[in-house]
C-alpha cells in the first residue's frame, strides 16, 4: 500500500514539477540558434523600417505643434530639432546596440527547441510574409493609437496645469 502511495506521489510531483518549471529540462539556445533566428526574422531590417515610422510621426507631431500658423522659420527650426533628435534616436536603437540586447532576450527567455521552432516557421514563406509586413502592422497600431494618446495627453496636461495653479495658491511653508 505504501509503495503505492509512493509511486503515486512521486508521480505527482513529477507531473507537477514539469507543468511549475517547463524549462528546468530544457536547453538553452546557442548563439548561432539566436542568430540564425535574428536572421530569418530579419530583424535588421524591421528596425531599420521602424524607423521610417517613428520618423514620420514625429515629423507630423512637430507640425501639430506647430500648428497651421507657423512661419516658415518655426517650421525649419522645428524640422532641424527633429532630426536630431531622429538622428538621435537612431543612434539609441542602432542595430549594434539593439542586437546584444535581442541575442540575451532570447536565450533568456525561450529554448533550444522553441528558438529551433521559430526558425522553422519564420524560414517559411508564410514566416517570412508575415516578418515583412510587421512594420506595417505597428505603424497602423501606432496610427490607431495616436488620438487615444492625444486625447490623454491634453487630459494630462489639463490635469498637471490645474495641479501647478493649486500648488501656486497653496499658501507656502517655511
Same mark, same amino acid.
Given at each position: 500500500?505504501?509503495?503505492?502511495?509512493?509511486?503515486?506521489?512521486?508521480?505527482?510531483?513529477?507531473?507537477?514539477? =514539469?507543468?511549475? =518549471?517547463?524549462? @528546468?529540462?530544457?536547453?538553452?539556445?546557442?548563439?548561432?540558434?539566436?542568430? $540564425?533566428?535574428?536572421?530569418?526574422?530579419?530583424?535588421?531590417?524591421?528596425?531599420?523600417?521602424?524607423?521610417?515610422?517613428?520618423?514620420?510621426?514625429?515629423?507630423?507631431?512637430? +507640425? $501639430?505643434?506647430?500648428? +497651421?500658423? !507657423?512661419?516658415?522659420?518655426?517650421?525649419?527650426?522645428?524640422?532641424?530639432?527633429? #532630426?536630431?533628435?531622429? @538622428?538621435?534616436?537612431?543612434?539609441?536603437?542602432?542595430?549594434?546596440?539593439?542586437?546584444?540586447?535581442?541575442?540575451?532576450?532570447?536565450?533568456?527567455?525561450?529554448?533550444?527547441?522553441?528558438?529551433?521552432?521559430?526558425? !522553422?516557421?519564420?524560414?517559411?514563406?508564410?514566416?517570412?510574409?508575415?516578418?515583412?509586413?510587421?512594420?506595417?502592422?505597428?505603424?497602423?497600431?501606432?496610427?490607431?493609437?495616436?488620438?487615444?494618446?492625444?486625447?490623454?495627453?491634453?487630459?494630462?496636461? #489639463? +490635469?498637471?496645469?490645474?495641479?501647478?495653479?493649486?500648488?501656486?495658491?497653496?499658501? #507656502?511653508?517655511?
Amino acid at each position: 500500500m505504501t509503495s503505492v502511495r509512493t509511486r503515486a506521489a512521486a508521480l505527482l510531483l513529477a507531473v507537477a514539477g =514539469a507543468f511549475a =518549471a517547463p524549462s @528546468a529540462f530544457a536547453t538553452e539556445p546557442s548563439d548561432a540558434q539566436v542568430d $540564425r533566428l535574428i536572421e530569418v526574422m530579419d530583424m535588421r531590417r524591421v528596425l531599420d523600417e521602424m524607423f521610417v515610422q517613428v520618423d514620420t510621426m514625429a515629423t507630423q507631431m512637430g +507640425e $501639430r505643434m506647430l500648428g +497651421e500658423d !507657423a512661419t516658415p522659420a518655426q517650421r525649419t527650426v522645428m524640422g532641424d530639432a527633429m #532630426k536630431q533628435q531622429n @538622428a538621435s534616436l537612431r543612434r539609441l536603437m542602432s542595430w549594434e546596440n539593439m542586437g546584444p540586447i535581442y541575442r540575451r532576450i532570447y536565450r533568456r527567455l525561450f529554448t533550444a527547441d522553441e528558438v529551433d521552432a521559430m526558425i !522553422a516557421f519564420y524560414g517559411s514563406e508564410t514566416g517570412r510574409g508575415i516578418m515583412r509586413k510587421m512594420p506595417q502592422a505597428m505603424e497602423l497600431g501606432m496610427q490607431e493609437m495616436q488620438p487615444l494618446l492625444q486625447a490623454h495627453l491634453a487630459q494630462m496636461q #489639463k +490635469e498637471l496645469e490645474a495641479a501647478k495653479q493649486d500648488a501656486e495658491a497653496s499658501p #507656502k511653508k517655511d
